[in-house]
C-alpha cells in the first residue's frame, strides 16, 4: 500500500534560459545583457511567468504614481535604487545575488510598500521568510522547500527576546546559494537544495549578530556594507 506514496524522478539536465515570459510576451535576455523577444515555445526552456500583460498601453498617472513611490522610498537615494533594480534584474536571469539587502529604517519609510510591489511584479515567485530561520537548523529544515525557486525572498522583521545571535554559518549558507538541507515536516527524507536569487531584509534595527567583524562602514551616500562583504544596507531616512 506504501507503493503509491513514493515517485522515482529520472535525471535530466537543466537547460533552462534566462528570461521570463507574460501574458503577451515571452523575453530572453542576450548575451549583452539585453532582452531578446522570442516565440512562445516549450523549446525556449524560459520557465518564469510574470502576470502581466507589457504591451498594454500604461495610463499616465500610473506612471506618475510608481515614479513618484520609487522617489519617496529611497529618499533621492539614486544608487541604492539601482543597486536593487540590477539584483532584481540578476535574480530574473536566475542568478544568486552573493549580497544580502538590509533596509534599515524606521517605520512609514517605505519598505512595506517597496515589498508590496516586488509581490505585485513577481507573483508567486517573490515570498516571505520567517528570521527564525538563521537562529535554529530545523527552522531552516522546514522553510527551505517553500523557498526553493523563489527570485527574490523577504524577511521582516529582526527577531525580538532571543538571547542567542544569529547562525552565521546557515546564514552565508542561504545568501551564498550553497546546498542547505530541507524537509518538511512528518516527511522521511532530508535533501540538499540551492536557494538561488535575490534576499533582503526589512528591519528596524540591526539584529544581534555573531563575532565582531559585522562592522558596517560607509560606502556611499546611504548606502553601507559590512566588512565581510556579505551584507549591502540601506539605511532609510525620513527626509
Not at 520609487?70 to 539584483?87: E, R
Not at 551564498?176 to 526589512?202: C, H, M, N
Request: proline letters at 5%; hydrophobic letters at 40%; aromatic letters at 10%.
Amino acid at each position: 500500500m506504501l507503493i503509491k506514496y513514493y515517485v522515482e524522478w529520472c535525471f535530466t539536465e537543466d537547460v533552462r534560459r534566462p528570461g521570463f515570459c507574460t501574458v503577451d510576451l515571452c523575453l530572453a535576455f542576450s548575451k549583452d545583457g539585453g532582452l531578446d523577444v522570442v516565440r512562445k515555445s516549450p523549446d525556449q526552456h524560459i520557465y518564469v511567468f510574470l502576470p502581466h500583460r507589457i504591451l498594454d498601453p500604461v495610463p499616465d498617472g500610473v506612471v506618475q504614481r510608481v515614479q513618484q513611490f520609487w522617489a519617496t522610498t529611497y529618499w533621492q537615494n539614486g544608487p541604492a535604487l539601482d543597486c536593487c533594480l540590477a539584483s532584481l534584474t540578476l535574480a530574473l536571469q536566475g542568478e544568486n545575488v552573493d549580497r544580502a539587502f538590509w533596509g534599515i529604517g524606521a517605520g512609514g519609510v517605505g519598505q512595506s510598500l517597496q515589498t508590496a510591489h516586488l509581490e505585485a511584479i513577481l507573483g508567486s515567485f517573490h515570498s516571505c521568510l520567517d528570521m527564525n530561520i538563521y537562529y535554529s537548523d530545523d527552522e531552516m529544515r522546514k522553510q527551505a522547500a517553500h523557498l526553493v525557486g523563489k527570485l527574490v525572498v523577504t524577511g521582516q522583521e529582526s527577531v525580538q527576546g532571543s538571547a542567542r545571535g544569529m547562525r552565521e554559518d546557515v546564514y552565508k549558507k542561504h545568501i551564498s546559494a550553497d546546498k542547505v538541507p530541507e524537509r518538511l515536516p512528518y516527511a522521511i527524507q532530508t535533501a540538499l537544495v540551492e536557494l538561488r536569487g535575490w534576499k533582503r531584509f526589512e528591519l528596524n534595527s540591526v539584529p544581534k549578530l555573531p563575532g565582531d567583524h559585522w562592522n558596517f562602514v560607509p560606502v556611499i551616500m546611504r548606502v553601507e556594507r559590512n566588512t565581510d562583504g556579505q551584507v549591502l544596507c540601506f539605511r532609510f531616512m525620513t527626509g
